[in-house]
């Protein structure tokens, strides 16, 4: 049983580490990746004292499949990070930028030319907790509009309403001028 739940725990470390990092999120992959380090070297410690043959190796490869599960699950419930989306929609209204906006989505608008003749382009970039409320909106107003979402390594300038990690930390702390 040490061995499943150790290969489970830092299986799902190392993937919640793997996604941090691929969102840019870098200073926190050492300190997880030590911990994922020192509980496998647990898990195969474990698996070298007691040398059941074939139910020790399946045991850790149900904790592996597990772990990856978990991890995958992990990083869904937290959300970090920010996507882009990118809404195309050949509907000849305002309804949903402007309600876009009312919402507090900061959003830039283009007219562009599709297959078929014009269409409206909406792009704004959201916090990933954030995706499922636009995904929302949009099907409500605009339940035939092309959508892409893309993950955002990082960014610079232009306007996202959510504080940064640092400025949610030290809220109170900081002023700002």
Excluded: C
Excluded at 72 to 92: A, P
């Amino acid at each position: 049983m040490l061995i499943f739940f150790a290969r489970v725990l830092d299986v799902s470390i190392g993937t919640f580490r793997i996604i941090l990092v691929s969102r840019g999120f870098r200073n926190i992959a050492p300190f997880l990746g030590f911990f994922e380090v020192l509980i496998w070297i647990t898990a195969i410690g474990a698996i070298f004292n007691s040398l059941h043959g074939f139910l020790s190796y399946v045991v850790y490869a149900a904790g592996f499949a597990t772990g990856t599960f978990v991890g995958m699950k992990l990083e869904s419930f937290v959300s970090i990070g920010y996507q882009s989306l990118r809404i195309i929609t050949t509907e000849k209204i305002t309804a949903l930028p402007l309600t876009l906006r009312e919402e507090g989505f900061n959003i830039t608008t283009v007219i562009g030319r599709g297959m078929k003749g014009d269409v409206i382009l909406i792009y704004t970039t959201v916090p990933r907790s954030k995706v499922k409320h636009v995904l929302d909106v949009v099907e409500a107003l605009e339940p035939n509009a092309y959508i892409t979402i893309e993950d955002v390594r990082s960014y610079r300038s232009g306007f996202i309403n959510e504080p940064s990690v640092f400025a949610k930390i030290t809220r109170g702390v900081v002023k700002r001028k």
